[in-house]
């Protein structure tokens, strides 16, 4: 069995309810995050997680709301993963687009103050943060654990390179995909899946508020409502789970995405709020 939970649905705006992107992937006994929009941490701790019970960080893409958190991510991990820890997990591994270590490395920069602080007020930090950086465009991804875990680029351009993650434990496969339009690589991934984990937008919206030209911009980079519901059609996935509502819905809200959804997906249909957990199992 795998586990899907909606750890951060919001847009890039600011919500009171939704926290940014960021989605967990559960299987076995290992715990994968995927982006890390505004919040995740505490997100995280909602579901009794911890940066300590995270296997791997796996970035789709390296837009700011999708890696808001990263300098949360690294400086947790740095301070509550002490050697001795029984807990500890480090080194942070980091899985991304090329790119992702430039970021990591600005990141490092930023916080060299604070670093510089901690390890002259903490004898037991000896170094700064260890962070594994794998960048990849397509492929496997090995990082010694049980749940096996596949690459391939999307396409959310002028963004680039993006990519999308495909997790296999068991006999369930879940894929998730960060911004895109739809493309080859993405349908690739989906191949005999059970799940797709897709952001969404309502074109139908967006593209019609008034005098909002950057709105209007990114129509053509991220997949509608319609667009992903037909991803996983095209598939012949069993579920399709929405996130990264642009826009946001209230949280009681929803219903008309559903619909939108429905007419072009026969399958089981997921979206929600914060926290929203789907269990994939395959018969
Ligand atoms: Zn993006």
Redesign the pocket.
């Known amino acids: 069995m795998l586990v899907v939970t909606l750890l951060g649905t919001g847009s890039p705006i600011p919500d009171p309810y939704r926290a940014g992107p960021a989605t967990l992937i559960q299987g076995g006994k290992e715990n994968y995050l995927v982006d890390a929009g505004r919040g995740v941490l505490m997100r995280l701790a909602a579901v009794g997680g911890s940066i300590n019970t995270i296997s791997a960080v796996l970035l789709?893409?390296l837009?700011s709301?999708?890696i808001t958190d990263l300098n949360d991510i690294i400086t947790s991990s740095w301070l509550l993963n002490r050697p001795g820890d029984q807990t500890q997990t480090k080194p942070l591994h980091v899985v991304g687009p090329p790119g992702t270590r430039k970021v990591i490395t600005g990141i490092i920069s930023s916080l060299s103050l604070d670093i510089s602080y901690r390890m002259a007020h903490h004898d037991v930090l000896t170094g700064p943060p260890e962070i594994n950086i794998i960048e990849i465009e397509d492929g496997a991804v090995n990082l010694g654990g049980q749940v096996r875990i596949r690459v391939a680029a999307t396409d959310?351009r002028p963004?680039e390179p993006?990519i999308g993650f495909r997790f296999d434990y068991e006999k369930e496969a879940v894929v998730v995909a960060?911004?895109t339009v739809p493309c080859p690589g993405l349908d690739e991934l989906c191949k005999g899946a059970d799940a797709l984990v897709h952001?969404a937008m309502r074109k139908d919206i967006i593209g019609n508020l008034p005098n909002q030209p950057m709105a209007r911009d990114i129509l053509s980079?991220?997949s509608s409502v319609e667009e992903a519901s037909q991803t996983a059609a095209r598939a012949e996935m069993d579920t399709l789970i929405l996130t990264h509502y642009i826009p946001t819905f209230p949280p009681d809200g929803g219903d008309d995405w559903m619909k939108i959804a429905a007419q072009h997906f026969s399958g089981n249909i997921e979206l929600g709020n914060d926290l929203h957990r789907v269990e994939i199992h395959r018969p």
């Open positions: 789709t893409h837009h709301d999708h959310h963004v993006t960060g911004d952001t980079y991220h």
